[in-house]
């Protein structure tokens, strides 16, 4: 019957139980895999981690997406990827589930500018990575943390996977759900402060491929007794302060990167920010944007016209005639650590003021936005020796002074460290981290420090303020090849030619340590998570569509006689529901036959975070649909929600698929 073909044939037979225990067990793979799950043991450290089945992969997805939409756990859990990868000091170890622990914790005191009295500025380390670290250790070690997102059956270390595969996992789906953000701040879909400079569709981030997975790495033997996390040996950690040359070879010795991969993974930096606090670099990389990963950041470090974003809806301000503005890099210092520094770069942008801060504005600046010819932004400023406003084409006379001029984003300023901008612009670093060796950085390394003081670079052939005349970073790796101040404006005009890059930049990055590589999973099925709202339950699920006959799901609890499954239109809860035929009632097998698809929305059934179904035949033509996960639950519909408890046969967890008109 054609029950029976949505039964057998669009929920397989490895995807179905039976109540009969006569049935040879080939038919029962998932259960299979749990049983050699639960038998797996412990994880014991020194040893290469388990592999994940496909649905430990969907699970553990939806618990990070549910983690990353609080603070900043997204660009934490990326920032980790990399910092465990880093090799000791011996040049042994790599990706391996530890983090020394040396200054973790420690929050540098706010002094003001020219105090000059804070630790000095040499080397990163891991501070600032605690509460990531906590959370995915709650991940870890249990089946049900976040509170609002799916279960597993045995926590990932009760099952023989190592803390350093989830650490590279949770490293790849946080730039998928930085990625996703971007998406939908592109679309227009998150309010907020979520700028982008360009509009849809330029803006969106589309790889060409999702990341793939590898799983075997093995978690470090040295470490504290009570946080096994806590690695007794030091890393080799690279310097802020290098220039472009010093850290192109450091990320050649470290993780055999060629220059064209060491710049694309510096794009992890539009994603996040640095704290004075904790690195001693103050500000953002990419203003109004740092919950967004996307190639801004690349459009920032080469210096291209950028909208200014200084308010917290995203109006973007530009010169005079509306277009973008230029902008500018300065060298800086402002006399906070001991020898002066630290020393980073700032973005400065010639621009009007904003008309939506109107009323914060100065007498000076509401005159210039009053006094704007209709269909300009503000007054334009003369040209140089001029006395009236200049024209679209030319050049403005005074770029420090009138209503167009040089402006900071007031606490949301754009920074760049050495080691980065130095992947762009060349220079040399003395010793106290300053930048030498280009026009207007003469008076640079000997003023830092001495006395204590505020340095800025200079306009070459000037004593104003102004952009050094550094030349372009000429320095290729391997020899040979591209300079990698190519790659950087490449990944500023292509995004996907960025995002390509990236993924396999990261993918190498967290292999880290393992010659002989690692274990691939064999389904290479792309899993899809929307992006979580409020404190509803996180999910994931496989991208696998609905094929096969159409039907409605039924209940055999008395109290929902005449109703259906169907998500609640206000809040998308499912539901039973009066049966009415409509398409958001349909459901379809999914191709991969694990999976109830909605005709109407295309999305999965999805009950406190689970995707995963296996359907139990208690008849003819009833079922019990079993968590996948843990087939020991089902879904419960006791009362009118849908919801997931103990598997126990009573009517309430029994359902029946209705064949739909």
């Known amino acids: 019957s054609l029950l029976q073909e949505i039964i057998l044939k669009y929920a397989p037979y490895d995807r179905v139980q039976s109540v009969s225990t006569s049935l040879p067990t080939e038919m029962f793979p998932l259960l299979l895999i749990s049983l050699v799950g639960s038998c797996l043991g412990v994880y014991v450290p020194g040893t290469p981690g388990a592999d994940w089945t ?33 090799k000791y000091m011996d040049g042994t170890g790599g990706c391996d589930g530890c983090l020394n622990w040396h200054n973790v914790g420690n929050r540098t005191p706010r002094t003001g500018w020219v105090q000059c009295v804070d630790q000095n500025v040499n080397i990163t380390d891991n501070n600032g990575l605690s509460a990531i670290v906590e959370k995915l250790e709650r991940i870890y070690t249990s089946t049900n943390q976040p509170w609002n997102s799916p279960t597993l059956r045995q926590s990932l270390r009760d099952s023989g996977k190592s803390r350093a595969d989830l650490w590279a996992y949770a490293s790849m789906v946080a730039v998928e759900y930085g990625t996703l953000r971007s998406n939908m701040a592109c679309q227009g879909r998150l309010g907020g402060r979520n700028c982008v400079h360009d509009p849809h569709p330029d803006c969106m981030v589309q790889p060409t491929r999702p990341f793939t997975f590898e799983s075997g790495r093995a978690d470090c033997t040295e470490h504290n007794s009570e946080y096994t996390y806590q690695a007794t040996r030091e890393e080799h950690h690279p310097s802020p302060n290098d220039n472009g040359r010093t850290t192109i070879e450091f990320m050649k010795n470290e993780f055999d990167f060629t220059g064209r991969e060491t710049a694309a993974i510096f794009g992890a930096h539009s994603y996040g920010r640095p704290r004075s606090a904790v690195s001693g670099f103050p500000y953002t990389w990419t203003s109004s944007a740092t919950t967004l990963m996307n190639n801004d950041y690349y459009k920032s470090m080469v210096g291209q016209n950028r909208w200014f974003f200084d308010d917290d809806k995203c109006n973007a301000v530009g010169d005079a005639f509306g277009r973008k503005p230029l902008t500018r890099w300065l060298a800086h210092a402002r006399g906070r650590t001991e020898n002066g520094g630290p020393v980073f770069w700032i973005k400065e942008n010639l621009v009007c003021p904003n008309r939506a801060k109107y009323n914060e504005q100065s007498d000076y ?23 009236g406003p200049r024209t679209a084409n030319q050049t403005d006379g005074n770029v420090d002074r009138g209503c167009e001029r040089y402006r900071f984003i007031s606490g949301r300023d754009e920074i760049a460290m050495n080691c980065e901008i130095g992947l762009y612009l060349d220079f040399n670093v003395e010793e106290n981290g300053s930048p030498s060796g280009c026009a207007g950085l003469e008076h640079f390394a000997a003023a830092v420090g001495d006395p204590c003081q505020i340095v800025w670079s200079k306009e070459p052939g000037t004593n104003r303020k102004g952009e050094p005349g550094c030349s372009r970073q000429g320095y290729a790796e391997p020899t040979g090849s591209q300079p990698v101040s190519e790659f950087m404006e490449l990944y500023a005009n292509n995004q996907t030619a960025w995002i390509n890059d990236y993924i396999l930049a990261h993918e190498k990055m967290v292999r880290n340590g393992y010659p002989n590589g690692l274990n691939t999973h064999p389904e290479n099925t792309e899993i899809l998570c929307p992006l979580p709202t409020g404190h509803n339950h996180a999910y994931c699920y496989l991208n696998s569509p609905g094929e096969g006959p159409i039907f409605m799901i039924g209940s055999r609890h008395t109290n929902h006689a005449g109703k259906v499954v169907e998500p609640n239109p206000d809040s998308g809860v499912l539901q039973m529901r009066p049966n009415t035929g409509a398409m958001t009632q349909q459901w379809q097998w999914s191709a991969s036959g694990n999976q109830l698809i909605n005709v109407a929305t295309g999305l999965p059934l999805a009950v406190r975070g689970q995707t995963l179904w296996v359907p139990e035949m208690t008849g003819t033509s009833d079922w019990i649909i079993k968590n996948a996960v843990d087939p020991r639950k089902a879904i419960d519909v006791y009362g009118s929600d849908l919801g997931i408890y103990w598997s126990h046969r009573n009517p309430w967890q029994v359902f029946y698929p209705i064949i739909a008109a």
């Open 365 to 387: 600046n509401k005159a210039c936005l009053d006094e704007a010819e209709p269909g300009m932004t503000c007054r334009a400023d003369p040209t140089s020796g001029g006395s």
């Open 54 to 86: 496909i649905e430990e992969l969907v699970v553990v997805k939806a618990k990070l997406f549910s983690t990353f939409r609080y603070g900043e756990s997204g660009p934490q859990a990326l920032r980790l990827g990399f910092h465990d990868c880093l």
